[in-house]
């Protein structure tokens, strides 16, 4: 199973400029199985996205990517989410509480919106974006890198806010899933591998 697991749609990221249609569309063009939207500090799209999927047949995980006070983290498996900004491990306890599962977004981004060495303290984080399509090769190594030394799971996501960057980068998954509790369980118990698109299919990332 490949699933995009960090895009942006424009109904709830004002700094994304594509729609549910388009990334579906691509999506199935690519040949996923899947998409995540993980809005900026939302999951407005939620209750929309379940229509949606259920009308097209394709599944869409609905998470968040929530600016914690030490960096982006995506979570999905939450019911709700804290009003303002408080602390990486805050929220982490907050998703774990739910048995839900966080990933450290493009820790080693030069914007300050990365975990960055703080992967080394935080409790209870599952996965690290060592492939995340808005961020350069060095800095998805550096994540690698960490990943490795601290035992998160290996996660793919092209963090589209356009068309051209969907699917750029993904993760693959053993089994194939349809609901949202089902991707959380498999996340879990799995060893997700990031891959590569190629123009006309998908490679696993050979330095994992």
Known sequence: MLVDMHLHECTHSLDSFINLDQIVSVAKERGLDAVCITDHDSMGLRDYAAEYSRKVGF??????EFFSLQGDITAWGIDSYPDHRVS???FIDHVNKAKGF??????FRNNNRGLEDNLRHVKGLHGVEVLNG?????ACRTALRYAREY??????????????QIGKYVTW???KVETLPDFIAQLHACDPKPAIWNGIGYDIWSEV
């Open 88 to 90: 990486a491990q805050e």
């Open 134 to 138: 808005s961020t350069d090769m060095e």
């Open 59 to 64: 599944p869409i995980f609905v998470g968040i």
């Open 173 to 175: 998954l053993p089994e």
């Open 102 to 107: 966080c990933v450290s977004c493009h820790p």
């Open 151 to 164: 035992g998160f799971k290996t996660i793919g996501a092209s963090d589209a806010h356009v068309e051209k």
